[in-house]
């Protein structure tokens, strides 16, 4: 169950440069590319001629032909041309809105009619050249929902990543988990630490000791459908903390977006941006590295847990104070599905 | 669902040198062998003292022996001896009609009271040696009906195949379907245009220009229960096309026996017969490689429209006139499979 | 179907000793790993709190610490610890008796109120130093009924193991089956005979001629729910066979714990313990080597005899007086099986 009337990532821009791209987003199979006027396009991948998928075809000029039998279809989901063929008859295939932005291309898998581009999170990071950005794409078997509540719940990182950004200070520390209507946010401030090898890495990138107190913050954000971002940072200590000076801290923003394949599967889409050093391309690889390699650590812990939790659908798994964040970002999202119900129900 | 009163091809006789060899064939787990005469045998791929797959066992001098506990099986299915044990009283397992012809195993997978040789194909250019052929074998994840649509509309080549046969004048040259009680017959003749590489390939390899305008053939016939042989070839142009003489064209036939394994997937046994220089081996082996090649690109193609329209039972796919082949053909089978349903009940 | 009240082989001892170990026995998800006492420790690998495997947390000082977020489960299956929580309430996870020994690790995987050490069967050669074992393991898709059977009828050896145990006398001469209680003896004695190769390789590690006739034995041994020993062994002909002294032979016992994991896959743990030369570990090495040979040509026959049995459930397979031992040992499991219902239904 995921709710369809939502903006989801589908793919990043270089994920279609040449060739379409086929890939199943919320129980849909699609086919993406770019249109006549570069415009990011997504339709079924599915040719009304034969069933072939439309993903095998070719794209030249911004035009879709069927890899099978040539026929060539429009971006509204209409055959626009066959060889040999008048197509005004054919049936039409689904067109699902689609728009590219912040370096992304978004897709609505729901109704068509309810599309509005306004519903798009404004991201400032993506668009302000104060922020670099790096990141990549996880294909991982759980359910979306069980990232949302990894990510809600940064306690994982002192056992899940224990040598590169968690410390028994992070288990140590209360969160304070919030609501603002679709939105929740769970902190956690830490205070007078020292800073794990990955913020030691980032302090040095940005031209700070590495070696001295600092305090650490880590805010997520949930919002729907299923996107998380996390105001990361550190700054050196008893310089304000996560309202320190620039030049006294290196911070950053986890950013996490979750597109369920199936219900059992997610493209997991993460990365990071950071407001200091923007132009310079070797930190943003090298913390685009590192992150690679701390966000495999979840991989098959997820999977494994899916696992356990579909042997065992009777269960019910604790809520504690750390879940919290889960747990209203859950909320959020039957709250969601219950308002779309009907509309799935007509559909 | 797929005619089981038929002569398929069950394997080449090089699969059955030294091993007995185990391979499903339209449903039916079958071992197959060459008897003590040296016949080709195929039984139930099913030991009957503890269903051990006797594919596993050893055949000397035409002898099948059980590789578990070497029970010694009969051609007919019967036990002839087992080590220690009076085997009168064991089960027989089902013996399958099978013959040896035109370089193919042949098996009856219905039946057996039904199987007669008369019904099996006649098969010119696999006994004149002034033919000469090539071919190989593929397993796909496909309906084997999807084939038979495949191969008897050949405008898909300008699409999957447009590298090596594929060429523009084929979409814009309309077809003609005859049906001649089970036989159809789906042909379409170019003239005048430009030989596509392969074709420039095999009239050199004829001995004949390969840079000047052609009429060009492809005549595809389709008998049940699945197989389909494609008249095709070039001409110079104005020799009279696919009447031309022999010293005017490279001319061939193209070999197509599908056979189901399941009811989503085929053992394709495809190849190519010529009769032009049938005693040049390293001609063969350039249009058999060729052809590898070219056939291999379907692959891919049928086995995602075959996971679609599993996605999709309830879409009907179109029928233009370029699917008038495919259409009749699936009309043939039909009615051989509405002829079969009382006898597949009884069994 | 498995009996689940009684002792089955879980794990070696090397696979627990520095990582917990993750491992599915009679249907049931384990954790296995030593406790602070060094004791042997089997939970349900399923942590309370949100589902995750335990078996990817870690061991210090007998602790084991979910590797998700940090809760310390105890070897009783109860929560003991996890930072920043109160954890009495938490819902205990299920403890499966374990003991060690022998040389392995055993679990108990029904009613813990029910296990009983004592109901460990004493094994000899594991605990006298005049005895040496080496063995390995393998995962094998079939029910562990069907290894019984192999086990159980060594006329299979002939067949399966032509090049190193089989030889023609073994189906030539007749077997004895005996029922004690819930213990099947199937014993073959053959008398004069040439000695194959893998004996002939024991004789000379024990330092005996290997060209000269002998007298062999088999002595097949079903205790449940599911282990096999066999007495196996050579001596030179006419000193008494089975019962000639120690400086006429070479014996062992080839010893099959055959766990289950699920109703069509085993844990198969095989090994050979021997009373000469024991303190030769070459010798071990050597014999290990050509036991897991000779013991790999088992997996594929019992693995596609298992999908003909799925394929064919209707099907009787013959019970031949090669297969009494089999028959007889499935009726010991039956019997127990029986037993258990009420408590499997209570459970």
Known sequence: MFPKNAWYVACTPDEITDKPLGRKICGESLVLYRGPDGQATALEDFCPHRGAPLSLGKVENGKLTCGYHGLEMGCDGKTVAMPGQRVRGF??????????????????????????????????????????????????HCDYRLMVDNLMDLS??????????????????????????????????????????????ALRGNGL????????????RFTPPSHVMIEVGVAHAGKGGYDAAAEHKAASIVVDFITPETETSIWYFWGMAR??????AELTATIRAGQHTIFSEDLQML?????????????????????????????????????????????
């Open 91 to 140: 049936p039409a295939i689904r067109a699902y809105p689609a728009i590219e932005r912040y370096g992304f291309i978004w897709v609505w898998p729901g109704d068509a009619a309810l599309a509005d581009e306004a519903k798009l999170h404004h991201l400032e990071w993506a668009e302000n050249p104060a922020w670099a950005y790096g990141g990549g794409l996880f294909h991982i």
């Open 275 to 280: 407001n200091f050093k923007p132009d310079d």
């Open 303 to 347: 999977e494994l847990q899916q696992r356990n939790l579909l042997a065992h659908p009777e269960r019910k798994l604790l809520m504690l104070n750390i879940d919290s964040g889960g747990v209203q970002s859950r909320k959020v999202i039957d709250r969601l599905l219950a308002a779309e119900a009907p509309q799935q129900v007509a559909a």
């Open 156 to 201: 994982h990182e002192t056992y899940v990543h224990a040598s590169s950004i968690g410390q028994k200070e992070i288990d140590e520390t209360p969160t304070k988990t919030v609501v603002n209507g679709d939105e929740v946010i769970t902190s956690r401030h830490m205070e007078n630490i020292s800073a794990p090898p990955f913020w030691r890495m």
């Open 209 to 220: 000791a590495d070696d001295v107190p600092v305090d650490r913050w880590q805010i997520c």
